[in-house]
């Protein structure tokens, strides 16, 4: 599926770098997600912004920051990671905030953090 | 509190027999219920959705649900199962954030399904 795009699928730092992960939607969406996936918990909503304004912080550490410049492009702004942040991030779309508006997801981002 | 839970870590069944993986929720108000597969390296695909009607819904691949409000419950179900639906299947209930308006998903833990030939 070509709707919700990340890159890179695969990423290898050191705690004292810093990367950035990128999501791009191309479905027309005014909403975006960043959820976390760890071989240990279930599917953890990190970040969501509406109209390219955040409307969610679900108390994700500083070292994450979120960037949305327009409605078709998200992007995680990594830095002095731990080696608990080691996971999958996966990004999601939906058409709007609204509880029945489905979530569309990308094919994540496998991250280690060495 | 809001919680999703599927009870069932793994399960491993036959090519050609039937399925069953069990969702429980809990969540006060009118649930918003969905279930999504990921293969193996992929993102999560929705297969079908629930917000009202009829409690028996259809979705892709040939999988249906049915949302069973008095035992909380949102099972999926599919009659013969191929051996390409050997994945990981996720429960997840919609909800309104503690600041309102918009849908924060709540996931449960998931179950691995395998499929012998």
Same mark, same amino acid.
């Given at each position: ?7 890179? /699928? ?43 304004? /955040? ?7 500083? /070292? ?45 981002? /496998?991250?280690?953090?060495? | 509190? $809001?919680?999703?839970? $599927? ?34 390296? $992929? ?20 999988? +249906?649900? +049915?949302?069973?409000? %008095?035992? %909380? %419950? ?13 994945? +990981? ?29």
């Amino acid at each position: 599926e070509t709707g919700v795009t990340q890159t890179p /699928r695969h990423l290898v730092m050191g705690m004292t770098n810093k990367k950035s992960l990128k999501c791009e939607q191309h479905l027309g969406h005014n909403a975006m997600y960043w959820y976390k996936q760890s071989a240990k918990k279930p599917l953890e909503l990190m970040f969501v912004y509406s109209l390219e304004e /955040r409307v969610e912080n679900n108390s994700v550490p500083s /070292r994450f920051s979120p960037e949305c410049p327009n409605s078709s492009h998200l992007f995680l702004h990594l830095h002095t990671l731990q080696p608990e942040d080691s996971a999958l991030y996966l990004c999601a779309s939906s058409q709007d905030s609204g509880v029945t508006d489905t979530q569309y997801f990308g094919p994540g981002t /496998r991250l280690t953090v060495l | 509190a $809001q919680s999703v839970t $599927q009870p069932d870590i793994h399960i491993t069944v036959s090519e050609g027999a039937s399925l069953e993986l069990r969702c429980n929720y809990s969540y006060g108000a009118t649930p918003y219920l969905f279930w999504y597969v990921q293969s193996p390296g $992929q993102g999560l695909q929705l297969l079908l959705k629930y917000f009202s009607g009829d409690t028996l819904v259809q979705g892709i691949k040939g999988f +249906e649900a +049915e949302f069973k409000r %008095s035992q %909380s %419950s949102f099972n999926l179900r599919k009659p013969s199962v191929h051996w390409s639906d050997a994945a +990981e299947y996720f429960c997840a209930v919609g909800a309104h954030s503690i600041s309102g308006g918009y849908n924060k998903l709540i996931f449960g833990a998931g179950t691995r399904l395998a499929v012998h030939p």
